[in-house]
């Protein structure tokens, strides 16, 4: 099994920045794409984006696009979302997740599907004021 322990989150005023990290448990991290997606209070989980095993690609939601950038380091089984110009609609609850280790990296919405992931983080707070 795979766990997963975000922190980083916070209360910032909008147009600022924050760093989200996401700390993983498990010897097959590397073999799996692993999405950041975000709750608001009585909204549906929203994916935000995604990276491929390597890092070398990523799949960002059209909502954060531009603003937000995905980075994973394997060797310490770690995954980031630096997240700027941070307006009020950016708050919520942010959780990391880990796909199965089979799952092909599509570069598609088919990475943002939340029945795509196996292993879900307890999610970390981000509030913006306005």
């Known amino acids: 099994q795979v766990q997963l322990v975000e922190f980083g989150g916070g209360l910032v005023q909008a147009g600022g920045s924050l760093r989200l990290s996401c700390a993983a448990s498990g010897r097959s991290f590397s073999s799996r794409t692993m999405g950041w997606f975000r709750q608001a209070p009585g909204k549906a989980r929203e994916f935000v984006g995604a990276?491929?095993?390597?890092?070398?690609?990523?799949y960002y939601a059209d909502s954060v696009k531009g603003r937000f950038t995905i980075s994973r380091d394997n060797a310490n089984l770690a995954v980031y979302l630096q997240m700027n110009s941070l307006n009020a609609a950016d708050t919520a609850t942010y959780y990391c997740?880990?796909?199965?280790?089979?799952?092909?990296?599509?570069?598609?919405?088919?990475?943002?599907?939340?029945?795509?992931?196996?292993?879900w983080g307890q999610g970390t707070q981000v509030t913006v004021s306005s």
């Open positions: 990276i491929s095993r390597s890092g070398g690609s990523t």
């Open positions: 997740a880990a796909a199965a280790r089979s799952r092909i990296w599509y570069g598609s919405s088919s990475d943002g599907a939340p029945s795509a992931y196996e292993y």
